[in-house]
């Protein structure tokens, strides 16, 4: 059966993507038959207006969507591993189906402003450490943090943008030769021995990032202790916005591994219903097919809503349209799944901005026996924008 394509998690040059800007994204989509669309930057709703704009150009149904990096401290101490696999505690969350236009009430907005700030403020600490480095190795250039803010971000800076300047740094004075960069690289920065092409650029700035930025990388900072909302926090800045608080699985490995707090399929998701979740979303490309079907469909036989993405929060360019591990093909039991989400997470924005009861309320409840009802809303909501 043909099921309308969904990507429902997106970056976008708002946070970091590997799109040259939202249109890219969004012509991609089009060329791809990807009808429903949903931008989820980190930390940040500053592309809603372009989103919508370009969708409604398009014919294409937008998802308002946020993501953000949150800390549980009783996780944390007891060693366990979430969806997060090198950080204890450490929790993904992202926010679906946020009211448009967007808008937040205090005290969350000024949250949400001080985590902006804070994760900026901790790769700017990076750009100054790998500036000594650079100093340190007799490098005639550095890096100018607020050239990189004004000319490769949108306002949120993470440390790909570092890993990016980097890259176009070395590459211009090594006057773009191969032997040149490899050189620089490899005998300035402590052992880095690139492995990558030097034609392949995102595989470049990723081994930068991996060697140079990220834990135990000699430029890496690590955040301060009040870099993280808690989880609860968090849900209550996507509760304010008006959006569903939602899990982003990690799920299996290229090994068939599992985090600690995944692993058992039962207990994860009665306690996630437990910690206030109704709705869970995958990254396929991640995923074996046959592993993701098996969660995917348990959890939506259990009643989470469940909904798909790709992230593109990379430089590496992949397609919008979604595949698992292995450019495997979605089964037509995933395409059901991932669109009847859609369905839910469109019909819950579409009511919450009308000023009425989405699928979630304020304090993050949901009937989900609700559910069929917000398919159908959200699906009679996408055939009419998309011409279907």
């Not at 340190?136 to 800076?157: V, Y």
């Not at 620089?184 to 991996?210: C, D, H, W, Y």
């Not at 009308?354 to 009802?373: L, T």
Request: glycine fraction near 6%.
């Amino acid at each position: 059966m043909d099921y309308i394509k969904v990507n429902a998690h997106l970056h976008t040059p708002y946070s970091f993507s590997a799109f040259r800007d939202v249109n890219d994204a969004l012509d991609r989509a089009v060329a791809e038959n990807v009808k429903v669309v949903g931008i989820n930057d980190f930390y940040t709703t500053a592309g809603y207006d372009e989103w919508y704009a370009g969708c409604n150009e398009r014919h294409l149904y937008p998802l308002f969507n946020i993501e953000f990096i949150s800390l549980n401290e009783d996780d944390q101490k007891k060693g366990l591993r979430v969806n997060d696999p090198g950080n204890p505690g450490r929790t993904y969350i992202s926010g679906k189906g946020l009211k448009y236009p967007f808008s937040l009430s205090e005290p969350y907005a000024t949250q949400l402003a001080d985590v902006q700030r804070r994760s900026n403020d901790q790769v700017e600490a990076m750009c100054e450490k790998l500036n000594g480095i650079l100093d340190a190795n007799n490098i005639r250039f550095s890096l100018d943090f607020g050239w990189i803010k004004k000319e490769l971000t949108k306002g949120i800076i993470r440390e790909r943008h570092l890993a990016k300047a980097l890259r176009m740094k070395v590459y211009e004075a090594a006057e773009n030769d191969e032997s040149g960069i490899r050189e620089m690289l490899n005998q300035r920065f402590g052992g880095f021995e690139l492995k990558s092409s030097p034609e392949n650029i995102a595989e470049v700035e990723n081994e930068i990032r991996t060697n140079l930025l990220k834990a135990g990388g000699p430029a890496f900072v690590s955040e301060k202790p009040d870099a993280f909302l808690s989880v609860a926090d968090v849900s209550k800045i996507i509760l304010n916005a008006g959006g569903i608080p939602t899990y982003p699985f990690l799920a299996d490995d290229k090994n068939g591994n599992y985090t600690d707090f995944e692993n058992d399929l039962e207990r994860v998701s009665k306690e996630l219903k437990e910690r206030g979740f109704h709705s869970v979303e995958f990254i396929t490309t991640r995923n074996d097919v046959q592993l993701l079907e098996k969660y995917a469909e348990y959890l939506y036989d259990t009643g989470f809503v469940v909904t798909f993405g790709s992230e593109h929060n990379s430089p590496t360019m992949e397609p919008i349209e979604l595949f698992a591990r292995n450019n495997t093909p979605l089964t037509d039991k995933l395409m059901k799944i991932n669109y009847e989400g859609a369905c839910v997470v469109a019909a819950h924005q579409h009511l919450v901005s009308e000023g009425k009861q989405g699928y979630v309320d304020n304090n993050g409840n949901a009937d989900r026996s609700q559910i069929k009802n917000f398919i159908e809303i959200g699906d009679a909501l996408i055939r009419k924008e998309v011409n279907v």
